[in-house]
């Protein structure tokens, strides 16, 4: 199994970015797909998760400003990111796992795969 993060870069604060993870190895149609960021010192938090039924979950400081989505053709997830802030700024790592029940879909532990992360800086 692999995830490929992508998409990554600096930015200016109300700015955009799109994020991609691209999959292989996995019945990506049936997967939770996860996007966790992390920041220097701090420890690894949840941003947003996508359901094999495509419904989603946010993290409330990005809630209106980032949306996730999927295209299962692709085996691909995406984060676009509107309105960036400078506390936006981090390592962003896709996840992924099968079997995630509602109540831990923010839980990092509860995510078999991982991808390599993807540098994300907002300058002010």
């Known amino acids: 199994v692999q995830l490929q993060a992508s998409g990554g870069g600096l930015v200016q604060a109300g700015g955009s970015l799109r994020l991609s993870c691209v999959t292989s190895?996995?019945?990506?149609?049936?997967?939770?797909m996860g996007w966790f960021r992390q920041a220097p010192g701090k420890e690894r938090e949840f941003v947003a998760a996508i359901r094999y039924t495509n419904s989603t979950h946010y993290v409330d400081s990005v809630k209106g400003r980032f949306t996730i989505s999927r295209d299962n053709a692709k085996n691909t997830v995406f984060l676009q990111m509107n309105n960036l802030k400078p506390e936006d700024t981090a390592v962003y790592y896709c996840?992924?796992?099968?079997?995630?029940?509602?109540?831990?879909?923010?839980?990092?532990?509860?995510?078999?795969?991982w991808g390599q992360g993807t540098q994300v800086t907002v300058s002010s």
């Open positions: 996840a992924g796992d099968r079997q995630i029940i509602l109540s831990s879909i923010e839980v990092p532990d509860q995510y078999a795969y």
């Open positions: 190895g996995l019945t990506f149609s049936r997967y939770t």
